[in-house]
Structure formats: structure tokens, C-alpha cells
């Protein structure tokens, strides 16, 4: 049985929940000590550790884990089909030139690289001839209608051909422009995916190109703690990757709406960053302070959070109860809010006071006797 919950505690709470009940396998072995000659292990008391649900005033600051995005990301792709015949060519640091490369910063209208051009200067060529033709004939036709010695219809065919001579041309004109592959903003090259010589065609990146001169710290914030956020607060912002550094980042974008199924909401910080240290994909945790009207919580240790029996979305702890000389643990339903240090605050489901299993958890069926130890 204790294999069959162990399996059930997959939980998207993330690691940090359920790491502390590595400390029940000092007890397993009691547990199942207990259980031998293929008795129930129901009916043996099962050796856990419980702490009480802890009722405070002062939820303290609440950290959520984020991930650096950049601040604009643009996938540049041609539009036509060719060989790349031309990279941007830079200095790099030892002097040399070389192909523009992922970390490169580069302008707005920097040409990035080209595809050979010849099909579409032959094409625009040709669509120069039809047009001057086409032209040609249009006025001929004008001065025949205006002295009466052609028909209307011959006329307006004249004017018909011109008129798609013209966009056969413009076309051919910005086939050739595009040619070339542009950046669209000052950003940083985030990937190159082409070489000289390789083939290129619509819909196809070849360049990723990010304005990181700020970055978004993204994180999921349950509905419970949406109400401490808002739009234009500063937030503290710390990354193990730049320890000591202290960042301040700007609450830019509270998502509308919840994940359908997470029901969890995004909420970007952008945070400065002129000297390009914050990385894209880095780890950040973001704090967020307590809302001025302190209300009373339950707080119970992470390590108490189990997977509810009948709902694999939700979440429980075993409430220990006496029953004569015996103790008794009891599943209980919760509802989960904010992380606070080691504990979570429990929204619904305890009143405070309980006393939960913190160590054994995984180890204990609901209605289960259970020995408490120190």
C-alpha cells in the first residue's frame, strides 16, 4: 500500500512540496517491520512524526520560482526560395570577420543575409519588358479610342493588360527585395540557422533575433495570491546564477484568465537589463509581499502535502486523531494558497490546531492507526 500512495503524490507543486518526505524512509522500516506474516497493514500502527497546523496573522513574503523570456522575440523567415549567397559579416574578438553569430547584437534594418538574387533580377527584368510593352500599347490604344477608330472593348483590353503588366512588375520588384533578410528591431541574434549555401523557403527561421536589453521574469501565481499583486508594483527578483546581485523588476502583465488546467494565472516582471547578464531561460525566484489587510491563515509544513485520494488534481494531509488509546489518521482535503519558507498556506479544509502528519506521510492510508513518535 505505501508503494500504491507513493505513486499518487506525483504532484505539479513541483519537487519542492514533496522533497522533506525523504524523511520518512527512516521509518519505512519500522513501518513495514510491523506489517510482516502478510497481515494487513492496516491493522498496525504505523510510526509518523505530526506538527500542528499553525494559525498566523502574518503570512510573510510569498517567493515564486520564474524563468527569464526576453523582452520582444522575433522568428525572421524569407519569403521567397534560394540559396543563402550572403551572412552579415562581423569583427570578432579576435579581429577577424566572420558569419554574424548567437550573441551578436545588431540593427534595426541590418541585413542578416541574402539569397542568391540572379532567378529574381532576370524575373524583374522580364516584368520591366512586358510593362514597357503594355504601356506602350495602352497609350497607342488611348489615342485610337479618343479619335474613334478602335472600339471601347479594344480599349479597355489595352488598359486590362497594362493595369496587370503593372502588378506582375511590383510583384517581381518585391521578390527581389526580399531578397534580403532584415532585422527588424535592435535585439541580440538568439539562433542562426542558415550557412552559406543553404536552402531557404517561406515559412522556414532562419534567424531568432531578441531585444534582452530587458528581460520578463514569468511566473504562475495561484487565484488566491493574485489579489497581492498589481499591475506596476515593484517586485524583489534574486537568480542563483548572479548570487548577491539585488533586482527590482516592474509587474508589466497580469494574465486575464487562468490556465484551463493549472488555474494557475502568468504574471510578467520586466526587470532592466542593460549590461546583458540576465540570460534567457535562467531560474529566478520572485518575492511578493503579504497584502496590507492581514487576514488570519493556517499554515501547515510542505512536507504534510499529500495527493488527495479521490481527486488526482488535489491535494490533502492526514489529520491525526484519538480515538480511546489509539490514533487515528484521518485524510483530509485541503486547498492550498501561497508558499511560506518550508510551509503553504491552507485556504480551506483546516481550522488550525490539527495536528498533521510531517514525517510518514507516505507511508499512511486514510482511517489507518498510526504511533506518533518524537
Known amino acids: 500500500m505505501g508503494d500504491e500512495i507513493r505513486r499518487r503524490e506525483e504532484t505539479r507543486m513541483g519537487s519542492r512540496v514533496f522533497r522533506h518526505q525523504a524523511l520518512a524512509a527512516g521509518l519505512a522500516g519500522l513501518a513495514l517491520g510491523g506489517c510482516g506474516g502478510g497481515a494487513p497493514p492496516e491493522r ?8 500542528p497546523a499553525e494559525r498566523s496573522r502574518s503570512a510573510g513574503e510569498l517567493r515564486y520560482s520564474a524563468t527569464f523570456r526576453p523582452y520582444a522575440q522575433v522568428d525572421l523567415m524569407f519569403k521567397v526560395n534560394g540559396y543563402i549567397d550572403e551572412i552579415l559579416q562581423v569583427r570578432g574578438a579576435d579581429g577577424l570577420l566572420r558569419n554574424v553569430q548567437d550573441g551578436d547584437f545588431v540593427r534595426r534594418g541590418t541585413v542578416l543575409a541574402k539569397v542568391r538574387p540572379n532567378e529574381y533580377r532576370d524575373r524583374l527584368a522580364d516584368a520591366q519588358a512586358s510593362l514597357t510593352q503594355a504601356r506602350a500599347d495602352y497609350e497607342r490604344a488611348t489615342r485610337m479610342y479618343e479619335n474613334s477608330t478602335i472600339a471601347k472593348a479594344e ?22 527585395k526580399d531578397c534580403s533578410l532584415q532585422a527588424p528591431m535592435d535585439g541580440t541574434v538568439i539562433r542562426r ?63 486575464p484568465s487562468a490556465d484551463p488546467n493549472s488555474r494557475i494565472f502568468e504574471v510578467e516582471c520586466t526587470i532592466p537589463n542593460p549590461d546583458g547578464r540576465l540570460k534567457i531561460g535562467m531560474i529566478a525566484a520572485l518575492h511578493v509581499a503579504e497584502q496590507t489587510e492581514r487576514t488570519e491563515v493556517t499554515l501547515v509544513p510542505l512536507k504534510a502535502i499529500v495527493r488527495a485520494k479521490d481527486d488526482p488534481k488535489g ?13 487515528i489518521a484521518r485524510m483530509q482535503p485541503v486547498q492550498l494558497g501561497g508558499v511560506v519558507g518550508n510551509s503553504v498556506v491552507v485556504t480551506d479544509g483546516l481550522q488550525g490546531g490539527e495536528h498533521v502528519v ?16 518524537p
Open 44 to 51: 498496525h500502527a504505523v510510526p509518523v512524526q505530526v506538527e
Open 155 to 176: 480599349y479597355d483590353g489595352a488598359f486590362a493588360r497594362a493595369q496587370s503588366s503593372q502588378a506582375r512588375y511590383d510583384q517581381a520588384a518585391e521578390a527581389l
Open 193 to 255: 540557422s542558415v550557412e552559406i549555401g543553404s536552402l531557404v523557403s517561406p515559412g522556414v527561421t532562419s534567424f531568432v533575433v531578441a531585444d534582452i536589453r530587458a528581460v520578463k521574469a514569468v511566473v504562475g501565481v495561484p487565484d488566491v495570491a493574485l489579489a497581492a499583486i498589481r499591475m506596476g508594483d515593484s517586485l524583489r527578483v534574486d537568480t542563483e546564477a548572479i548570487p548577491g546581485r539585488a533586482l527590482r523588476g516592474l509587474v508589466t502583465r497580469i494574465a
Open 315 to 327: 491535494y490533502a494531509v492526514f489529520v491525526v486523531e484519538t480515538a480511546g488509546e489509539k490514533h
Open 358 to 373: 510531517v514525517t510518514g506521510a507516505t507511508l499512511v492510508a486514510d482511517q489507518q492507526e498510526v504511533h506518533i513518535v
